[in-house]
């Protein structure tokens, strides 16, 4: 699986949108992006993924490069349940390696009340 | 949602013992089921693959034969820690799909500790 680039960790504050940003310059034209989130001692929870196009889910947005290159998770309005470890992770479409999903560092998100 | 659900979701064990750790697929069946062990402070690293009616696949690095993998039915994993020792403390985690490549659902995790 390609290789991602996140910040090691971000704040925001309460009410206010969060811009999660995700550089993956070798991605490949059957890589999914997703991400994932975890919240302390919980495991990972699935937040939304895209190919293309820009998507939306009720949790939160994924603003993707026309380049592909990087990706963009957005939460309209962070609320203190928001604080946690996001990943950006590369999957290929056609389901290779099993299926499995290779995790990064992720970027620890504080929300500030 | 599908649901994965794990069990225990924490135990205590002393040096020299196994663990049994229990992962369930609750309304959907699951051929391919992941193991991830996560350190403080570090991210999930992948263990093995764990495949129905078959061997599982390790990972380089991560010891077959104290790290049992069974996976019995559609809906149910297990990991057996053998002749455990203090550095095997982690928190467990396993998940699964409906369809490959689609998203994953991963179980509640285990911390495991061993005194």
């Known amino acids: 699986d390609a290789k991602t680039t996140q910040p090691n960790s971000m704040e925001s504050n309460e009410e206010e949108p969060v811009h999660l940003p995700c550089n993956h310059s070798?991605?490949?034209?059957?890589?999914?992006i997703h991400w994932y989130r975890q919240l302390p001692s919980q495991g990972p929870e699935y937040v939304i993924h895209?190919?293309?196009s820009n998507v939306n889910n009720r949790m939160a947005s994924l603003a993707i490069a026309e380049d592909r290159k990087s990706s963009t998770l957005i939460l309209h309005r962070a609320t203190l349940r928001d604080a946690a470890v996001y990943y950006c992770?590369?999957?290929?479409?056609?389901?290779?390696?099993?299926?499995?999903?290779?995790f990064g560092k992720g970027t620890k998100l504080s929300v500030k009340p | 949602g599908a649901v994965v659900s794990q069990h225990p979701s924490r135990v205590i064990c002393k040096s020299g013992t196994s663990v049994k750790i229990e992962c369930r697929s609750l309304?959907?069946?699951?051929?391919?089921m992941f193991w991830y062990r996560q350190f403080p402070k570090q991210s999930l690293m992948l263990m093995a693959t764990?495949?129905?009616?078959?061997?599982?696949?390790?990972e380089q690095g991560v010891e077959k034969d104290k790290f049992l993998i069974n996976h019995a039915s559609l809906t149910l994993s297990t990991l057996t820690v053998t002749s455990a020792h203090p550095e095997d403390s982690s928190f467990y985690i396993c998940?699964?799909?409906?369809?490959?490549?689609?998203?994953?659902?991963f179980g509640q995790g285990t911390r495991l500790t061993v005194v």
């Open positions: 998940s699964a799909r409906i369809i490959p490549g689609s998203e994953a659902f």
């Open positions: 070798t991605i490949s034209g059957t890589d999914y």
């Open positions: 895209g190919l293309t």
């Open positions: 992770i590369l999957r290929d479409g056609y389901g290779g390696s099993q299926g499995n999903l290779i």
């Open positions: 309304d959907f069946q699951a051929t391919t």
């Open positions: 764990s495949n129905e009616g078959s061997k599982a696949t390790y």
